[in-house]
């Protein structure tokens, strides 16, 4: 089984250089519409706002999706870490929320796929970012499938 990339430690140099490239990303993404970080490896990225559970500060977090319809499917992998991901701790407090795809920003609600939609999305999803199925072969989590749907 492939190990699983390393997680900075709290506070370390590690972490805070990533924070830091998140952020750019994310201004990048933002001003440019998603023209610039709009992409990785050919998958489509977004931009997830999500509030932080215990601490109410509003975060972002640039993800891979599929659209499916009317409604996107991001993944909670954590790059097959054991650990949950925190921005979908975070959803699942609170599942209503924002995102922007490219230029549009739009209001959708967070719910896990189960079932034939789970496998469903989970085949479009790997034939998307092969590296899923990595991530899949990391954990003994079962790695959640999110579709985020239109709010009106």
Not at 67 to 82: H, K, L, M, Q, Y
Not at 108 to 116: F, K, L, M, S
Request: with cysteine.
């Amino acid at each position: 089984m492939p190990a699983s990339p390393p997680v900075p430690a709290p506070g370390s140099i590690a972490l805070r250089a990533l924070n830091w490239l998140t952020a750019v990303h994310v201004q990048s993404y933002r001003l440019s519409g998603g023209r610039i970080g709009g992409k990785l490896k050919c998958a489509p990225v977004l931009l997830l706002d999500h509030v932080g559970r215990r601490s109410g500060t509003q975060r972002t977090s640039p993800l891979l999706y599929l659209a499916d319809g009317p409604d996107v499917v991001v993944v909670g992998s954590a790059g097959g870490r054991e650990a949950t991901p925190a921005w979908w701790l975070n959803l699942r407090a609170a599942p209503e929320t924002t995102v922007q795809v490219g230029s549009e920003r739009r209001r959708v609600r967070a719910r896990v796929a189960t079932g034939e939609e789970r496998e469903r999305l989970w085949i479009s999803l790997v034939e998307m970012f092969p590296d899923y199925d990595v991530y899949r072969q990391r954990t003994s989590r079962e790695i959640p499938v999110i579709v985020l749907s239109p709010v009106a």
